[in-house]
């Protein structure tokens, strides 16, 4: 039974150093917004929201209107935050929905 354990460990450790096992990809949170169809908006929203502390990247789609942030490890940025950054920045969410729930309005 000891050799049977032994040689899993080895196993996953080789899967684990060859990339073949990823870590879960962190909670992401979306916010959709009323407007978000010019390029260069999107590319400023972006920055805005990527300065937010807990964020690691943020991705906009004009398609959609939307914008996905992925947090940093271990963290996660409070969806108030973000739904002010964006409005400060000159656009208007109408939804976020993330780990830590659905708004509609600003989150409290």
Known sequence: MRNAVAVTLVVL??????GTVQAAD?????I????????SCAKK?????GQVPGVA????DLETKTATI??????QPLPRALWETAEKAGFEPVK?????G???DRPK
């Open 13 to 18: 450790a080789g899967l684990l150093l060859n």
């Open 26 to 30: 962190p909670p992401r949170t979306t």
């Open 32 to 39: 959709t917004f009323k407007d978000l169809d010019c390029p």
């Open 45 to 49: 929203l972006a920055a805005r929201l």
């Open 57 to 60: 990247a943020v991705k906009t």
């Open 70 to 75: 992925t947090p940093r490890p271990n963290q």
């Open 96 to 100: 976020l929905e993330g780990p830590a």
């Open 102 to 104: 659905t708004f509609t």
